[in-house]
T-cell receptor, first 115, second 113 residues
């Protein structure tokens, strides 16, 4: 079975500083990988996804993520964090083949942004 | 642009009561997924439907049932509610063939007292 690990429960970053959120997955084949963000009181919003091709993927809001097969990782990065980025971030793996049926989520990382 | 609509936004029930959560997918989306997110936990997949048929099943309790209707909206029915059912219930929709992109609703916050 697939699994996703986000080792950091909380991360605090100063506004304007760079950010990296870690994500490791367990899956036998090439995974479909996603990062979602959940702001308080809101639904999950897709930041970016990886299926194949270029291992560095660009997403919305200035986020990017790099797929590293050798490390089974898909870390999320942003060069300069804004206060509005404070939220819960979930890494997820898609199951079910090309028309994937469901997502397996990591436990999430809560990002706090300090002034 | 239209998004996934869930109703109600908040629901308070007592133990052993029943609850019905509704999900209206994005127009033309034919696939609906239900997720449960307990306090401080990651979302867990419950069940999904494609073209009104159940397409996959996750960790959904036997006390819960769901269906997708002809207009593609879905309802999650929960009976004999327990305190542990208190959670945020997300619905997501997608268009089959377009594959990967899920659009999530804002969720229904269920509190069981």
């Amino acid at each position: 079975a697939q699994s996703v690990t986000q080792p950091d429960i909380h991360i605090t970053v100063s506004e304007g500083a760079s950010l990296e959120l870690r994500c490791n997955y367990s899956y036998g084949a090439t995974p479909y990988l996603f990062w979602y963000v959940q702001s308080p009181g809101q639904g999950l919003q897709l930041l970016l996804k990886y299926f194949s091709g270029d291992t560095l993927v660009q997403g919305i809001k200035g986020f990017e993520a790099e797929f590293k097969r050798s490390q089974s990782s898909f870390n999320l990065r942003k060069p300069s964090v804004h206060w509005s980025d404070a939220a819960e971030y979930f890494c997820a793996v898609g199951e079910g083949g090309t028309g994937f049926q469901k997502l397996v989520f990591g436990t999430g990382t809560r990002l706090l942004v300090s002034p | 642009a239209a998004g996934v609509i869930q109703s109600p936004r908040h629901l308070i029930k007592e133990k052993r009561e029943t609850a019905t959560l509704k999900c209206y997918p994005i127009p033309r989306h034919d696939t609906v997924y239900w997720y449960q997110q307990g306090p401080g936990q990651d979302p867990q997949f419950l069940i999904s439907f494609y073209e009104k048929m159940q397409s996959d099943k996750g960790s959904i309790p036997d006390r819960f049932s769901a269906q997708q209707f002809s207009d593609y909206h879905s309802e999650l029915n929960m009976s004999s509610l327990e305190l542990g059912d208190s959670a945020l219930y997300f619905c997501a929709s997608s268009l089959s063939g377009a594959g990967e992109k899920l659009f999530f609703g804002s969720g229904t916050q269920l509190s069981v007292l």
